[in-house]
């Protein structure tokens, strides 16, 4: 039984210095807030923390493959790009963005492909031709201006989508820290308008 209790320590920290994701306790109040909306919206368990190779802050569901934190920073390099084009340079580091891996509601689309996506409450969308009775499927969504957090859905193939979702939200986000007018302008699908929306 002692010997048990002084090896446990060393075993779990053994494995815990193996993954940069774990399980972790230790959450500032910011995260816990977000966490605490991202679980609301999509009733989700968001048990995993850890950050992609560039920085960016990850909680998740599953302890994601290295193909989609990979995919997350690409989409992030391809949106401070644009950024830069248009002198945006606000929110323009990888450290500035949280990004919540949510469960794929459904994996595939009307059309029979791959297409993941989370199911979320309709609100602006409700009797639009999004709407499917009371929510809608979305492969992304912002959840949070300050700081800057938005929600994907996971993939286990297509990893160029979650690149281009990733870019997506992120447009929102860089638009709505530098060009509050254009943010406006182009947040609410529903009323028209889609992705790109910087060039
Ligand atoms: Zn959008």
Known sequence: MNKLKTLLPVVLLFVSGLMPFQNSEAQSH?????????????????????????????????????????AIDKGLADLFAV???????????????????????RTENSNKQYSPAIAVGAAQYAGSVYDQGGFVYAAGMVLAFKPCAFIIADHTKDFESVSDVVRFEGEHLVLYHNDRQLYNETADHSKGGGHPILQ
Not at 84 to 101: A, C, G, M
């Open 30 to 70: 910011t995260d816990r807030i977000l966490i605490d909306k991202a679980e609301k919206i999509t009733r989700d368990n968001f048990s995993f923390s850890g950050k992609t190779p560039k920085g960016a802050k990850i909680f998740s569901v599953n302890q994601p493959t290295s193909k989609m934190l990979t």
């Open 83 to 105: 950024a830069r084009k248009n002198n945006y340079t606000k929110r323009t580091n990888y450290s500035d963005y949280t990004i919540f891996i949510a469960k794929a509601d």
